[in-house]
């Protein structure tokens, strides 16, 4: 079950690293999802029963369905508390990197703040996605692994801190696993990603209060503007097996949004029967944020790299272009009728 790919010299230097730091700060990407919030939110709880001080630093807003995990308490939006950011990051002995492999994931100011610490003390990067940064001291990166919270299962096991893991997280590293293979259906979910979830629910874990409180919590709004953009901005092209949701700013701005509300409409585009490749454009203040997704052997990372300054997984990839709407959608169609996804 436990596979951590770090060899003996990389865990004593990640073992080094955590012994000789007091104050340590976990930082994830911006629009943090379950993986990001549950991987954060587990090791952050491990730390503080070795008696760390921990500081959770999020770039922006998490969705509010993910509020009750334990581990919360640690958190600090730089969006709100930029100044708290700063002294948090510049106090820190050690900084740990979950569920992103390069600075471009986290937003200027916090990516600033880090690239000042480069050199100056020691960095833990654990996540799953490719072409991991190479800056850290410590590199943990498994592309096969289906979330960031698995890895830190993993990680927990090779560091001996499997004892510390009580139901609160449990719960936070269950939540990552569930909601980044949209409960278990993905092809990156593995015997070990099971066998994880027996030892969590023999830890006392209960998997239906996790779904109960991530999925049956939604907002009136959300599931307004999910019946919105499915009905009104959803297209259909089965000749390539396609479908796209797109959502302009007035419009998403009528359902009064908030962080996570559009997360999972791309997957219910992939759901059309027929469907192996599927986006959602969302229209922001300067720029179209993307999500793809695909089955088989439809590569939706390599197009998001070449194409959309963006990157993720074979069947799962996100991206922001500084373009207009319509000229994203132009250029995914474009892609589509040369048939180069």
Not at 36 to 49: E, F, N, P
Not at 164 to 171: G, K, M, R
Not at 224 to 231: K, Q
């Amino acid at each position: 079950m436990l596979k951590c790919t770090l060899n003996s010299d990389e865990l004593a230097k990640a073992k080094a690293i955590v012994d000789g730091s007091q104050k340590i700060v976990i930082s994830t990407h911006i629009s943090p999802d379950g993986d990001a919030i549950g991987s954060s939110c587990a090791m952050a709880q491990m730390l503080v029963k070795m008696g760390k001080e921990v500081t959770i630093v999020l770039p922006d807003h998490a969705p509010a369905y993910l509020s009750w995990l334990s581990g919360n308490e640690y958190v600090v939006v730089c969006k709100d508390q930029g100044e708290e950011t700063a002294k948090r990051i510049e106090e820190a002995d050690a900084i740990f990197i979950l569920d992103y492999n390069h600075l471009g994931r986290i937003g200027e100011t916090v990516k600033k703040l880090l690239e000042a610490q480069m050199g100056v003390k020691p960095f833990i990067l654990i996540d799953h996605h490719e072409q991991p940064a190479t800056f850290p001291e410590v590199v943990y990166s498994d592309t096969s692994i289906c979330s960031t919270c698995e890895m830190v299962f993993h990680f927990a096991g090779a560091m001996n801190w499997l004892e510390l893991i009580d139901v609160p997280t449990a719960q936070a590293i269950y939540c990552g696993i569930m909601t980044d293979t949209m409960s278990f259906r993905f092809p990156s979910v593995s015997p070990e990603t099971h066998e994880i979830a027996a030892w969590l629910m023999r830890k006392g874990l209960k998997p239906h209060v996790v779904h109960e409180n991530v999925l049956d919590s939604q907002r009136v709004e959300r599931l307004r503007l999910m019946g919105y953009a499915l009905s009104e901005c959803m297209t259909i092209l089965p000749e390539y097996k396609a479908a796209f949701i797109a959502i302009t700013k007035d419009k998403l701005d009528h359902f009064k949004p908030q962080s996570g509300d559009t997360e999972g409409l791309v997957n219910m585009a992939l759901s059309v029967e027929g469907t192996t490749i599927a986006a959602f454009f969302r229209e922001d203040d300067d720029c179209v944020r993307i999500s793809f997704r695909s089955k088989g052997t439809r590569d939706v990372n390599q197009m998001a790299r070449a194409h959309f300054n963006g990157g993720g997984h074979k069947n799962a990839a996100g991206a922001r272009l500084h373009e207009s709407l319509e000229h994203t959608i132009g250029k995914f169609l474009e892609l589509l009728q040369k048939g180069e996804i």
